[in-house]
């Protein structure tokens, strides 16, 4: 809950301008998507202003209500995203758990409604410090991805982000050893390959966010089971963010 429309799009256009200068740096984009998901309230000002002629950024909002329309005073719908074409929506942040009730059941529920539009959802995971110290992250995470995932089909999974952010992380600096965090995404894979194959399980992006930074993304990404990054605070100011675009790229 940052930045207003007019704030939000100045963000962007800075961030047009940083990702420019990387794409011709000599190593260039390749192979690096970068999503930026701002407030509601920005959403309409920045798909204006996304241009095609710098590096892309895609568009994605940060929550969604899983009915079309109705009676639900304050939400918006997936239509409402897809005609502003966001191609992207975070669903189960922790933040929306632990705020604002969210449970397995109405992510699944926004996870069905995000794909039946044709919009990729980012389903979020994660454990909290006391789950955690107590040796229960890997099972909490496991009935997380599979009642996130419920009654989907394989070809659903081929449009689909998982980000684990264990909650002790998020917006505190501290952040997972690389290899812990790989070992729990690993785990999410193993969970996915349970409920479908081990093709999906290991084709599906799973992200790493909680304390992302310029300085500690390398680190991340050279995990093998690791593909990117839910991105929080380093995201508010374009030359962060930019800069862990640019240490991402694998080497």
Not at 60 to 74: F, I, S
């Amino acid at each position: 809950m940052y930045k207003t429309a007019k704030e939000a799009v100045f963000l962007v256009q800075e961030l047009e301008d940083e990702l420019d200068g990387i794409a011709t740096d000599g190593t260039g984009l390749a192979g690096v998507e970068v999503i930026v998901c701002p407030p509601l309230t920005a959403l309409k000002s920045i798909y204006t202003v996304l241009g095609q002629d710098k590096p892309p950024i895609k568009l994605g909002a940060q929550n969604m209500h899983w009915e079309d329309e109705g009676a639900y005073t304050g939400e918006v719908s997936p239509v409402m995203l897809k005609d502003l074409e966001c191609e992207f929506v975070i669903i189960g942040h922790s933040e929306r758990r632990m705020y604002f009730g969210e449970t397995d059941e109405t992510v699944n529920k926004k996870v069905k409604a995000a794909l039946a539009h044709d919009i990729t959802p980012i389903m979020c995971c994660g454990e909290s410090l006391e789950q955690r110290e107590s040796g229960q992250a890997e099972a909490f995470i496991g009935s997380q991805i599979l009642g996130g995932t419920e009654g989907l089909s394989e070809s659903d999974m081929k449009d689909f982000i998982i980000a684990y952010e264990p909650i002790w992380a998020i917006g505190t600096g501290k952040t997972a050893l690389p290899e812990d965090a790989n070992s729990i995404i690993s785990h999410i894979r193993k969970v996915l390959a349970s409920r479908f194959d081990e093709e999906i399980a290991k084709a599906v992006p799973v992200l790493y966010g909680g304390s992302v930074k310029g300085g500690n993304i390398a680190e991340f990404m050279a995990e093998p089971d690791i593909n990117g990054a839910l991105v929080g605070g380093a995201s508010l100011e374009a030359e962060s963010f930019a800069s862990i675009v640019r240490n991402a790229r694998k080497q």
